[in-house]
């Protein structure tokens, strides 16, 4: 039932930025880290970034300097922000998120979202 949707994802130009959204839903008791990994054809999935629940981040470091990721814990919600695409910045980009539900007497558990699209063109 707990659920991550991303959006924000498309189309742009080299150089430009695009913001991804992850709004996690229903019976959430606490979110632990959370991050945002992407997969480009034909390669595994990598991780981009993440975020703890006291606010430290780490970054992949071809994406450090240009990828910021944050959240917002009243929404529930992890942003990624990313200035100066490049084309190998293309992938499906994936949230994740360490959820502990209301149910659960364990400390948390992995979701995942559906994944959105970023194409970066040269």
């Known amino acids: 039932q707990v659920q991550l949707v991303e959006s924000g994802g498309g189309l742009v130009q080299a150089g430009g930025s695009l913001k991804l959204s992850c709004v996690a839903s229903g019976p959430i008791f606490r979110i632990n880290g959370m991050g945002w990994y992407r997969q480009a054809p034909g390669k595994q999935r990598e991780l981009v970034a993440t975020?703890?629940?006291?606010?430290?981040?780490n970054y992949e470091d071809s994406v450090k300097g240009r990828f910021t990721i944050s959240r917002d814990n009243a929404k529930s919600t992890a942003y990624l922000q990313m200035n100066s695409l490049k084309p190998e910045d293309t992938a499906v980009y994936y949230c994740?998120?360490?959820?502990?539900?209301?149910?659960?007497?364990?400390?948390?558990?992995?979701?995942w979202g559906q994944g959105t699209q970023v194409t970066v063109s040269s």
């Open positions: 994740n998120a360490n959820i502990k539900p209301r149910v659960s007497v364990y400390a948390g558990f992995e979701y």
């Open positions: 975020i703890a629940s006291d606010g430290n981040t």
